[in-house]
């Protein structure tokens, strides 16, 4: 087993994994960075804050850990004294392999909370957060009919949240022509890669986004260190 306090380090031992291994550098920032371990086999460990991320088939789940996010792949034997809590799954994609849209728009903070309020309450991004570098809508008549935005997180990595659409108006491709707007306003804004993650659940989203060309980083759970 190997260890490190260098993050660079750290995120190339992640980056050895192959395309799973962005996730570690979008999820685990440099600020707050502790140290990471590495296996035999290759995989890796990384804490931050008491929080951890294991990537590959076999990481250690480190005794600080008071949360931790994993590969859902790992053997369940190893996280069976543990407290799931929530699958989620991230996604990227190079901003340049998607064309401008027309039907989206950059705009400003003006109704953003009641709609989000209204026809997503659960959302992780809400206006006044100082990560959002910008909201996008898509409107009829004035109205607001699904909105996202894209926000900087400490990483430095850029991250599509809070897609939501008019509860009246679902199941008419709002949902993946705020996201492809999104993106494409990344790309006229020199912005070469985004990323999203998308509870493990919401199949139907994951479908969008891989219609729309995002790429899979692979599949985790999140646990607590709670005895089940």
């Known amino acids: ?3 490190t306090n260098e993050y660079s380090k750290a995120i190339s031992w992640a980056n050895d994994l192959g395309i799973p ?3 570690a550098g979008v999820w685990i920032p440099k600020i707050g960075f502790e140290f990471a371990t590495k296996n035999s086999d290759g995989s890796v460990s990384l ?5 951890g991320l294991g990537l590959g088939q076999n990481p250690i789940i480190e005794p600080g850990w008071s949360r931790f996010a994993i590969s859902k792949s790992v053997p ?3 996280t069976r004294d543990y407290l799931l809590v929530n699958r989620w799954n991230p996604y990227f994609i190079e901003t340049k392999i998607i064309s401008s849209t027309s039907t989206t728009e950059k705009i400003n903070e003006a109704g953003i909370k009641e709609f989000l309020d209204e026809n997503a309450p659960n959302s992780s991004t809400y206006p006044g957060n100082d990560e959002v570098q910008f909201w996008a809508g898509i409107k009829r008549a004035g109205e607001l009919l699904a909105v996202g935005c894209l926000a900087k997180w400490e990483s430095g990595n850029l991250i599509i949240s809070s897609i939501a ?13 705020i ?4 993106v494409a306003i990344a790309a006229e804004l020199g912005i070469p ?6 509870n493990a659940k919401n199949e139907i989203a994951a479908r969008v986004y891989e ?6 980083l692979g599949q985790f759970n999140t646990f607590e260190k709670s005895s089940i």
């Open 1 to 3: 087993m190997e260890r």
């Open 21 to 23: 291994g962005k996730v």
């Open 47 to 51: 804490t931050r804050d008491g929080f």
């Open 76 to 78: 369940k034997e190893i």
């Open 165 to 177: 659409t008019k509860e009246s108006e679902r199941g008419k491709g709002f949902g993946q022509q």
């Open 179 to 182: 996201t492809e707007g999104i």
């Open 193 to 198: 890669e985004v990323f999203l993650a998308v």
């Open 211 to 216: 219609r729309i060309g995002f790429i899979s």
